[in-house]
């Protein structure tokens, strides 16, 4: 409770590890990403913080490396690419297409793992498929 809620997602991230993108407070709340799983607000009471041995990446940042609110990013050039990778993630708008070949910065990651990225210049904030 006050916490973020549950999400039946959330059953599949459980004694998975997970990094850490955000952290919010009254209550306390952990924004956790789990890669493909999503992205979900814990309790902190609920995770068990893990040092890890090596600086290696986990299992999901292999291919996309781990984004965090504030990060720089840089949208592939692909219209075709794009628009099939959006369904599912917030859909597709012309206006994104102005964005595309562009940098952009990290706002927020939601629950699902979709990242809203503001673009200067281009018409605003979208919401993309962190793929």
Not at 44 to 59: D, G, I, K, M
Request: hydrophobic letters at 35%; one cysteine or more.
């Amino acid at each position: 409770r006050r916490h973020g809620g549950w999400f039946s997602e959330m059953a599949f991230c459980l004694d998975s590890p997970g990094r850490v993108v955000d952290t919010l407070s009254v209550p306390d709340r952990a924004r956790i990403s789990h890669g493909s799983l999503g992205t979900f607000t814990w309790n902190p009471a609920a995770v068990t913080r893990v040092l890890p041995q090596s600086a290696e990446p986990l299992p999901f940042e292999d291919q996309h490396g781990p984004l965090v609110v504030d990060d720089e990013v840089l949208l592939t050039a692909s219209q075709e690419r794009i628009v099939a990778l959006q369904v599912g993630h917030g859909g597709w708008s012309p206006r994104m297409a102005r964005c595309l070949g562009r940098y952009g910065r990290v706002r927020s990651i939601d629950h699902k793992g979709d990242v809203r990225i503001d673009m200067p210049g281009s018409g605003g904030s979208f919401l993309w498929n962190p793929a």
